[in-house]
């Protein structure tokens, strides 16, 4: 656990000493919306490939084997157990924000939950239309005002941003499900298991986003952001205008 | 019961809509969704993975009522106008079939989901209106919107966001990092290439 702090103190303490260095990016054409909240590319681009490699030698790999070997079930009961721990957290969150009949219903979900449903193991509270509203402190310090900053990419832990690098550290110091171990083997199992897990649940989706994408990381960081300001404001983000404005007839040819 | 009530509106919200212009912009939503899914869920071949059947209920199903002209010159942008006719046909051709595929492979992922329009709200200063549903299933619900806009044929989708992502304005910057570094034609040999791969297979 010490450790996990302890990555994520150094994931953070690089981004600042980065941003510390960050310049405007030289060059004559006028930055793309894209390009201003992402002055780091170069940086985050390395990152990406890094963690590219790691997950298509390491993780990719066993989150196939723990769908091929774990039975559904079993799967969707661990997804709910870590998914009642995140509900704990996401209902701290709702509080911090203001949000009070959200804060009351999420609580009334976790208690459902453990108390109903083994544990956390099952899903009743879902059934009662006690849904999800998951929350995050740096959707928190969005609340709170605290704006994105530049897209990061963190080592191993892909897509953030300054904000939400600093929200991920305190939700990892805070509310990770590896705080319930005993012992630090446990952490790591714990921590372990939730990684893969997670991995796999997202296996159909990288999938996807491969074949649909011109190029990778700018999909995954246009999706990153624009889901960040979704979230910070609860589904409602304000409108843009469509960009529609050429409908003019095309060149004659010579 | 609840899906008898579902699929009946459904079926209601089908033969209102046969007269396009006068339908409501929920209405039109909520018949193109549920015909899908249900579709979706009742097909043995869909339900077993097979997106070449999957990428068929699209085309057949949800592309008729998207504005593909929009939504390519809104993804081309600038560019747009410096572009030939034939240009502008193959640009519109190959985004499509990216489109499908994108949608169809968003489809592979609905096993026991439900789709409930949530709200409707138009967007200030044009004909414009964003239709907000949510898939419901297990955990947390997923939120499934499409911008329309009401042309002399009814109402046409012309973006859909999912998540949180606006999927035209994705592409948008995706092309305009093709545009700048090799213009239309390398932005439809992209396309062209990434249409060639084989859809949903195993990685």
Redo the contacts between chains.
């Keep these: 656990m010490k450790r996990r702090l302890a990555v994520s103190c150094g994931a953070l303490a690089l981004a600042l000493l980065v941003g510390g260095c960050a310049s405007v990016p030289a060059g004559g054409?006028a930055p793309?919306?894209?390009q201003k909240s992402d002055p780091w590319e170069a940086w985050n681009r390395k990152v990406f490939a890094f963690n590219d490699a790691v997950d298509n030698a390491v993780v990719k790999p066993v989150a196939e084997g723990y769908n091929k070997v774990v039975p559904q079930l079993v799967r969707?009961g661990i997804?709910n157990v870590f998914?009642n721990i995140g509900d704990v957290w996401s209902t701290a969150n709702q509080f911090l924000q203001g949000k009070v009949q959200y804060g009351f219903e999420m609580t009334m979900r976790v208690l459902v939950n453990t108390l109903f449903g083994l544990g956390g193991l099952l899903?009743p509270a879902?059934e009662m239309r006690l849904?999800?509203?998951?929350e995050d402190f740096g959707q928190t310090l969005g609340r709170w005002g605290m704006p994105p900053g530049p897209y990061l990419v963190l080592p191993f832990l892909g897509p953030s941003d300054l904000r939400d690098g600093v929200g991920l550290a305190v939700d990892l110091h805070v509310a990770s499900p590896s705080r319930l171990a005993d012992t630090t083997a446990g952490a790591y199992e714990i921590s372990a298991l939730q990684l893969v897990h997670t991995r796999a649940d997202l296996l159909?989706?990288t999938?996807?986003v491969?074949?649909?994408?011109?190029?990778r990381y700018?999909?995954i960081r246009?999706?990153y952001l624009?889901?960040?300001?979704?979230?910070v404001y609860d589904?409602a983000?304000p409108?843009?205008?469509?960009?529609?404005s050429?409908?003019?007839p095309?060149?004659k040819?010579q | 019961m609840l899906k008898k009530i579902f699929t009946s509106v459904a079926a209601l919200a089908f033969v209102a809509a046969a007269s396009a212009a006068d339908v409501a912009p929920d209405a039109f939503v909520r018949q193109i969704s549920t015909d899908v899914i249900d579709t979706a869920k009742a097909d043995k071949a869909i339900q077993g993975g097979d997106v070449g059947k999957i990428i068929e209920l699209v085309d057949a199903k949800v592309m008729p009522n998207v504005n593909f002209e929009a939504v390519t010159r809104s993804a081309v942008g600038p560019k747009w106008r410096e572009a030939t006719p034939e240009q502008r046909s193959k640009l519109q051709s190959e985004f499509k079939t990216l489109l499908v595929r994108v949608y169809a492979g968003a489809l592979t992922q609905i096993k026991d989901q439900t789709v409930e329009i949530t709200k409707t709200q138009p967007v200030p200063g044009g004909s414009q209106v964003v239709v907000q549903s949510e898939v419901r299933g297990k955990g947390e619900p997923i939120k499934l919107d499409y911008r329309l806009d009401k042309g002399d044929a009814g109402w046409k989708i012309i973006d859909v966001n999912v998540g949180g992502i606006w999927l035209v304005t994705s592409y948008r910057s995706q092309f305009a990092q093709e545009l700048s570094t090799g213009g239309i034609d390398a932005l439809i040999a992209k396309l062209v290439e990434r249409n060639s791969k084989p859809a949903g297979g195993k990685s």
């Design positions: 054409a793309t919306a894209a969707t997804g998914g899903d879902t849904t999800r509203k998951s159909a989706t999938q996807l491969g074949e649909v994408a011109l190029d700018s999909f246009d999706a624009q889901r960040r300001l979704d979230q589904g983000p409108l843009e205008n469509f960009d529609d050429d409908d003019t095309p060149p040819k």
